[in-house]
Nanobody, 129 residues
Framework: QAQLVESGGGLVQTGDSLRLSCAASGRTFSRFGMAWFRQAPAKEREFVAAMKWDGTATYYADSVKGRFFISLDNAKNILYLRVNSLKPEDAAVYYC??????????????????????WGQGTQVTVSS
């Protein structure tokens, strides 16, 4: 049974940084897309960042470009999201996701929640101003 478990969230101040982690287990995720989404109260779940399992491409939402960085430790099967210069509007539950990107619609597939079939339980990030 595939499982994704996030950790690393917390209460921080504006401008602080965090490193979110997502431990993947239960199956091989090679050739998968791996991503982070987030959902704030009363808002839709939104794409944050994604990457190909082999690390050959990364994708970011415009709102986080230059501040957030996605990476993957293939040996440990852990996906990371480094979040820098946090703003109050970054506060949300952050979810890790994995998917086979099928059917493949090009690079847009990596930013589409429907392409991801495995999800973690989320980790809360709260940013105080």
């Amino acid at each position: 049974q595939a499982q994704l478990v996030e950790s690393g969230g917390g209460l921080v101040q504006t401008g602080d940084s965090l490193r979110l982690s997502c431990a993947a287990s239960g199956r091989t995720f090679s050739r998968f897309g791996m991503a982070w989404f987030r959902q704030a109260p009363a808002k839709e779940r939104e794409f944050v960042a994604a990457m190909k399992w082999d690390g050959t491409a990364t994708y970011y939402a415009d709102s986080v470009k230059g501040r957030f960085f996605i990476s993957l430790d293939n040996a440990k099967n852990i996906l990371y999201l480094r979040v820098n210069s946090l703003k109050p509007e970054d506060a949300a539950v952050y979810y890790c996701a994995a998917g086979a990107m099928e059917p493949f619609d090009g690079s847009a597939s990596y930013t589409t929640a429907a392409k991801y079939s495995y999800w973690g339980q989320g980790t809360q990030v709260t940013v105080s101003s």
